[in-house]
């Protein structure tokens, strides 16, 4: 039983499974009669899973990213400026919105020093503001719904091209964090970024790099979306950065950095997603599936903080132990 919780915590990946498994219980005990399509999970979780890798990545380093939303508004809104008749020119349009968004947040951030969770609220309203302006204030629609509706038909089985994409992004995210040198900076600076300094790692440039990945990913995220409705709306950036950070934190990325995984991330997307599928196919509203995302994330979040409580308790009933077996060596010698 030990050593099944020791693996629990070392990895993220299991901790998230642990999590899923309770959850379907649940629902299914709640709603036997649920069904739930795996291909509109798939699809569902596309996005949000996308936009919360490249979160992922900032945060494993110690930093935040509060502008993922924002950037995913304007990549999608760029994506129909661009034309959704021509997805290579709008996702070319997307990435240089998300490039940069991620070269303004790093410089600020790695170069200026600002603490990321200021920074990236201010460059998000400035954004957020534009996106606004732009559009004003109001969805934009495109002009390819055949486009839109190839888009999501399968290429195999239940594999549509957004989870193709999808699945790219994660296994580049995780070699790239797990076999890169550059990876492994990024847990490096989020465990300790003086101690990372010392041992001479760039710490601007990765930082820099950091935020690079996680516009890249926000605004390659609002293309994806923009291509399947063949519309953009700008007031969906709140609810997606909310949703990509619970998929972060839900996946096991601590938010003081250096432990987490694109690939937990992207496992507590897909749970999100069928949530939210089971959810739909039942009818709910979607401040009961909102209630629901808040309360795992809580439950969560809660679990942790129990588990270094009861880790800091037991060293220092530990440590009272050995001082107590010191002391009577001593006076038995």
């Not at 900032?58 to 999608?76: E, H, N, P, R, W």
């Not at 957020?128 to 969805?139: F, K, Q, V």
């Not at 055949?146 to 790219?168: C, D, H």
């Not at 847990?187 to 690079?212: E, K, M, S, T």
Request: glycine content about 12%.
């Amino acid at each position: 039983m030990n050593a099944l919780v020791s693996r629990v915590r070392r990895r993220p990946e299991a901790r998230i499974l642990l999590i899923a498994l309770v959850v379907m219980v649940v629902l299914n005990l709640l709603l036997p009669d649920a069904t739930v399509s795996i291909q509109q999970v798939l699809v569902r979780a596309s996005t949000a899973g996308l936009i919360a890798m490249g979160l992922t990545v900032v945060i494993i380093q110690g930093q935040f990213d509060l502008s993922v939303g924002t950037t995913y508004a304007l990549g999608a809104i760029f994506t129909i400026f661009a034309g959704t008749s021509n997805p290579g020119l709008a996702l070319l349009a997307a990435a240089a919105i998300g490039l940069v968004l991620g070269v303004i947040n790093g410089f600020v951030v790695g170069v200026m020093g600002i603490n990321s969770l200021i920074a990236t609220i201010a460059t998000g309203s400035i954004g957020l503001g534009l996106a606004y302006l732009i559009t004003d204030e109001a969805p934009v629609q495109g002009n390819n719904v055949a486009g839109a509706i190839a888009f999501l038909k399968p290429v195999w089985w239940v594999i549509t091209p957004p989870v193709i994409i999808f699945l790219i992004a994660l296994i580049v995210l995780q070699l790239f964090m797990l076999r890169t040198r550059t990876g492994r900076d990024f847990y490096a600076l989020g465990g300790n970024q003086d101690a990372a300094r010392a041992a001479g790692i760039p710490v601007r440039w990765r930082v820099f790099q950091g935020f690079i990945i996680s516009g890249l990913c926000a605004a390659i995220g609002g293309w994806l979306t923009a291509i399947k409705l063949d519309a953009a709306n700008p007031n969906q950036s709140i609810g997606v950065a909310l949703l990509a950070v619970a998929a972060v934190v839900i996946g096991g990325t601590a938010l003081t950095g250096g432990t987490g995984s694109p690939l937990g991330t992207a496992m507590a997307a897909l749970l999100l997603a069928w949530i939210g599928s089971t959810f739909d196919a039942e009818g709910m509203s979607a401040m009961v599936r909102d209630i629901t995302y808040g309360s795992i994330l809580l439950l969560v979040v809660a679990a942790d903080q129990l588990a270094d409580v009861v880790r800091a308790i037991r060293r220092q009933v530990g440590r009272r132990i050995r001082l107590m077996s010191s002391r009577r060596g001593a006076a038995t010698g």
